[in-house]
């Protein structure tokens, strides 16, 4: 067990139906809690960080101690670059020692979407690489009422995307939305399933925090092989440092790290357990 690739980990989780955890994380308590999450329940996971968060963290020195942290996991780790967008980061995150990055060209017309993640995914590939793709109105709605059939994936250009830029995984939106939005989310599991039908990868869920039970169980069935809960483990950090200050205002930074550490490892282990990738490390 140890540093592995995203492709490694999702062939598995889609041959066994379950879900591989994708989980963001923005400090070492975050990143310990979450990996520790992942030994004692000995569940595969891909951790990652997004491009966006370059400017607001350190990300050398994170980034070295995500690697130093998967190599010496007890269970397998891909690490992954999530919501890549410009050729300059994609580099830097393979040059840290990530085994997986995603290019998200999914505000971009497909066809330039297409050119773009082909050729990340031959640079990536060429250096052992896997490479996710995005396709749909993921990032781009903000109310659930906008979210219809003109901008959920269809089938025939989910297929002929993957095909042309030979990714690794694709995510793709069948009601699923990143972050908080206004509305009750509702995932069109027919399309789901007809995707798994016609694409040659395993599908990947943004957006997947709080969402009901069965919607986790439904999509895994129906090809999902990773879900992102990027936002969650921000919120249930900061959540438990509020409590922690209104319950004793004279807590030192000692005590409050290891609160928020507590709180992001109940948040992440609520997940796994809905992701069925419980003592699924191989």
Not at 137 to 143: D, P, S
Not at 219 to 243: Q, V
Request: charged letters at 20%; proline letters at 2%; one cysteine or more.
């Amino acid at each position: 067990m140890a540093l592995v690739t995203m492709n490694h980990l999702l062939g598995d989780a889609r041959n066994r139906k379950y879900a591989v955890g994708g989980f963001n994380v923005f400090n070492l308590e975050t990143l310990c809690a979450v990996v520790e999450v992942a030994e004692e329940l000995k569940t595969p996971l891909v951790l990652g960080i997004t491009e966006r968060f370059f400017k607001f963290v350190d990300v050398d020195t994170l980034s070295a101690a995500m690697v130093r942290a998967a190599q010496k996991s007890s269970v397998p780790i891909a690490l992954h670059l999530d919501h890549g967008h410009t050729y300059e980061g994609i580099i830097k995150a393979i040059r840290w020692g990530f085994t997986s990055v995603m290019f998200d060209g999914s505000a971009l017309p497909v066809s330039e979407n297409l050119k773009r993640t082909r050729e990340v995914t031959r640079i990536a590939h060429s250096l052992g690489v896997s490479v996710e793709g995005e396709l749909g109105y993921v990032g781009c709605c903000e109310h659930v009422e906008d979210i219809n059939e003109d901008n959920i994936v269809t089938c025939d250009v989910a297929a002929d995307f993957v095909d042309k830029t030979k990714i690794d995984a694709l995510a793709v939106s069948v009601g699923n939305k990143h972050g908080a939005y206004r509305g009750t989310t509702k995932l069109n599991i027919t399309r789901l399933g007809q995707l798994n039908t016609v694409v040659s990868v395993p599908l990947v869920m943004h957006g997947g925090s709080k969402l009901s039970s069965d919607d986790y169980s439904n999509s895994i069935k129906c090809g999902i092989s990773k879900i992102n809960i990027p936002i969650d483990t921000s919120m249930a950090a900061s959540e438990k440092l509020k409590n922690e200050l209104r319950d004793n205002p004279g807590a030192n930074y000692i005590f409050l790290m290891s609160a928020v550490k507590k709180g992001v490892k109940e948040s992440v282990s609520k997940y796994m357990f809905h992701f069925n990738c419980i003592s699924k490390a191989i």
